[in-house]
């Protein structure tokens, strides 16, 4: 088992950035892709960010190329959402999950370990 623990969310301005981290433990975080996905109310989960083994390969969701970056330190079991020029649209529950695949995926059931989420929500 792998436990995820994000932090880092909140209320913030249009335009403003956050920087979301998701802290693991219990298996090998070097051994896994990680992603950050998004559940607005009434929507469904949706991919936001992944990020390869190495850190070398990343991949985003075109509402956020641009202005999200994922980036993970292997040393201390952490993945990062840093997220910049916030827009109202972007106000959802933020997940992390863990993949033990070596792929680069993007669908949500891919995915065998889930954080529990970190509210971000973006004023106007």
């Known amino acids: 088992q792998m436990q995820l623990v994000e932090s880092g969310g909140g209320l913030v301005q249009a335009g403003g950035s956050l920087r979301l981290s998701c802290a693991t433990s219990g298996r090998t975080f070097s051994s896994h892709v990680m992603g950050w996905f998004r559940q607005a109310p009434g929507k469904e989960r949706e991919f936001v960010a992944a990020?390869?083994?190495?850190?070398?390969?990343?991949y985003y969701a075109d509402s956020v190329k641009g202005r999200f970056t994922i980036s993970r330190d292997n040393a201390k079991s952490t993945v990062y959402l840093q997220m910049n020029s916030l827009k109202p649209e972007d106000t959802a529950v933020y997940y992390c999950?863990?993949?033990?695949?070596?792929?680069?995926?993007?669908?949500?059931?891919?995915?065998?370990?889930w954080g529990q989420g970190t509210q971000v929500t973006v004023s106007s």
């Open positions: 999950a863990a993949d033990q695949n070596a792929i680069v995926r993007a669908f949500p059931r891919a995915y065998d370990y």
């Open positions: 990020i390869s083994w190495s850190g070398g390969y990343t």
